[in-house]
């Protein structure tokens, strides 16, 4: 019944909330930077992000290769086998993201776990 005390926990949950949301941004960014520090710039790693996250740096990516005139760009997305029971999550969600974009994609023939994407 203290409303007062009651709008200072929103206020303190919210403050956490926020600070939380910044700790995952900083961490997928971490996690992007160092999957990709061995690629090359046509070769792009997604693992150990979520969705929504593999999804934004795809965007991002597909920018860069755009402005340099890539012809071809590899997205890193695995084969889902650290998934649960669902499988796959970063793949499918590429692949809608690229046909909603009218982007051609395919599989990598040689690597299920490879999202070929032709820029031309």
């Known amino acids: 019944g203290d409303r007062g005390a009651a ?3 929103n206020l303190e949950a919210s403050a956490h909330e ?6 995952n941004e900083r ?7 160092e999957n990709n520090k061995r690629c090359g710039e046509r070769m ?3 693992h150990g992000l979520y969705v929504h996250e593999a999804v934004r740096f795809a965007k991002e990516q597909l920018q860069v290769a755009t ?6 760009v590899r997205f890193i997305v695995g084969k889902g ?4 029971a669902g ?9 809608e993201l690229f046909t909603e974009r009218e982007v051609t ?14 820029l031309d």
């Open 44 to 46: 792009i790693d997604l």
């Open 67 to 72: 402005f340099r005139d890539d012809e071809e």
């Open 87 to 95: 499988g796959a999550k970063i793949r499918p969600a590429l692949e």
């Open 27 to 33: 961490a997928a960014k971490i996690i992007f930077r």
């Open 18 to 23: 926020k600070a939380m949301k910044n700790l």
């Open 105 to 118: 994609h395919s599989l990598d023939p040689k690597n299920a776990g490879v999202l070929i994407v032709r």
């Open 7 to 9: 709008d200072r926990h």
């Open 81 to 84: 086998k650290h998934s649960d």
